[in-house]
């Protein structure tokens, strides 16, 4: 019944083969098209037919057996790829974890990326090598596009010019699995299952602050796993003890390869590139230029036309624009107004923004803050941060001593006139008691004319306070420097004594004690 729907069946199913996983149609999809066609048969035969032939398209009969591979100590290393999930900085994110594991010792590192494009492959291969602390004779992968670029028959590939230049770089030859063929690598392919167990497992659990932090932790994971696993043809001894053996059988690691990914990119106006979906900012003296961009795993190298480079951190989500406000500066020494609104210096440091902040409040301080900028590109960010700092602890000082003088003047004169008032009117109490504040605060800021003139004032007033203020002003100096609190006192009670023999106004007495108190 199904005989005439064969060749529509055997077109889908080809058809099929070729497309995404995710978007491939499933057997029953497949049975309903056949049914919509005219097919009267049950589904059973369409799904034994589908998996027949693709056993024969995959050339893997269902009990075919397999040879046990064996790898001498430092022959081979196989690596991987694995898509995982973890959360970093707060988000659920995808991640593609390199798997780079020796054949013979099991021996692996676990390196985990954004992307699987070259600069990541060439950066686990360096991490690997120097983990290990060598270079194996052989490399094992399957047919990954950062390494072949195109398959042909049998063992025939069109190897990659980036990935050979990294194989010659560490010497070791390359050698690439038959499509579909993963058991030829078995021993990473089953590292990968091993690990989403155990490393992995742990690493969805728990909560990353960075990719970096996340690494770090792979990298001693990995290393205390040596420990604790036993290898599988010598189950007395750990993966640890027989790396140790194949360590000395490694080529010597040379330095790690510059496996950056290079290509021009043209400058904006607003000084920004783009790269990957991303928007950076450079120096403004490269606008409308061509620079060339190198990509590393962590940052972006960005070689201006006049052979300067900048640094700048690399981001792998979509539509962000990072700015440096470093980058700017030039620009704003001709266009100073530009600080006011300028999205780039949003993100300066602290010390920068509030300096900008008080600048900006007095006409021509955008100008005077575009010279401070300048200041910190030519003598460099943390002595302009530690200047800046100074500058406005010294600006925080005199504001509060403004205030403070503003505040005592005011005080000043109202006690003047209270006291004149009090000295008209014949009201001694009232002018001691001005007289005694008065004297006060002349005598805690070593205002000796003052003082005199107080005096005299005083004594037109009552008769002998004129000597008990110098009592008192003696009083304040004696207590305020002797340093044994004992004699302190004693010299304290026979000035105020003093003091109650000369002059009987209680009112100035009691300021007198208020004084004493203070110097103490």
């Not at 006049?306 to 001709?334: C, K, M, N, P, S």
């Not at 306070?465 to 003696?474: H, R």
Request: proline share 4%.
């Amino acid at each position: 019944m199904l005989d005439p729907f064969k060749e529509q069946l055997v077109t889908w199913l080809k058809a099929n083969s070729h497309r995404n996983k995710r978007e491939r149609r499933g057997v029953k999809a497949l049975f309903e098209a056949l049914r919509a066609m005219g097919y009267s048969g049950s589904a059973s035969p369409v799904y034994r037919f589908a998996k027949r032939w693709k056993l024969e398209q995959s050339h893997a009969p269902k009990n075919v057996g397999f040879v046990p591979l064996h790898f001498e100590l430092g022959e081979a290393f196989q690596f991987d790829w694995s898509c995982e999930y973890a959360f970093i900085g707060g988000l659920r994110r995808r991640l593609e974890v390199a798997h780079i594991k020796l054949a013979a010792s099991r021996a692996f590192l676990l390196v985990a990326y954004f992307t699987q494009t070259h600069e990541m492959l060439f950066d686990a291969h360096a991490r690997g090598f120097a983990m290990f602390g060598g270079v194996p004779k052989r490399g094992i992968y399957d047919n990954m596009k950062t390494a072949v670029d195109k398959i042909g028959k049998g063992k025939q590939r069109s190897v990659n010019a980036r990935f050979e230049a990294m194989t010659g770089h560490y010497l070791f030859d390359h050698e690439f699995c038959n499509r579909a063929a993963g058991w030829e690598k078995g021993i990473v392919e089953k590292n990968v299952q091993d690990r989403r167990r155990g490393v992995m497992r742990e690493v969805t659990e728990r909560r990353w602050g960075s990719l970096a932090e996340l690494n770090e932790w792979l990298h001693s994971a990995c290393r205390q796993a040596w420990d604790e696993l036993a290898h599988p043809e010598w189950p007395e001894l750990s993966v640890a003890d027989v790396w140790q053996d194949e360590a000395s059988r490694l080529m010597p690691c040379p330095k790690p390869f510059d496996g950056y990914v290079e290509q021009p990119v043209r400058v904006s106006s607003t000084s920004l590139i783009q790269y990957q979906r991303n928007r950076y900012s450079v120096p403004c003296e490269w606008v409308h230029g061509v620079v060339s961009l190198r990509a590393y795993p962590e940052y972006l190298l960005v070689v201006g036309p006049d052979g300067q480079a900048a640094r700048l951190e690399r981001h792998f989500g979509r539509d962000q624009t990072i700015y440096d406000w470093q980058h700017y500066i030039a620009l704003v020494e001709r266009k100073p107004g530009a600080l006011r609104n300028g999205a780039p210096f949003r993100d300066m440091p602290e010390p920068l923004v509030e300096l900008q902040r008080q600048l900006l409040k007095h006409p021509g301080g955008d100008r005077v803050m575009s010279q401070v900028l300048s200041a910190v590109n030519l003598h460099g960010l943390e002595a302009g941060l530690v200047a800046t700092e100074l500058a406005l602890q010294i600006a925080q000082s005199m504001a509060e001593t403004l205030v403070e003088l503003k505040s005592f003047e005011r005080a000043e004169i109202l006690l003047r006139e209270t006291f004149d008032v009090a000295r008209q009117r014949g009201s001694a109490e009232r002018a001691l008691e001005c007289a005694a504040l008065l004297m006060n605060q002349y005598i805690v800021r070593n205002m000796e004319e003052e003082v005199a003139a107080l005096r005299q004032a005083v004594s037109e007033v009552v008769p002998n306070v004129g000597p008990m203020c110098g009592l008192l002003a003696q009083a304040d100096d004696e207590i305020a420097f002797n340093e044994d609190p004992e004699t302190m006192l004693s010299r304290l009670d026979e000035l105020l004594d003093e003091a109650r023999q000369l002059a009987g106004a209680e009112r100035v007495l009691a300021e007198a004690a208020i004084l004493a108190n203070k110097a103490i």
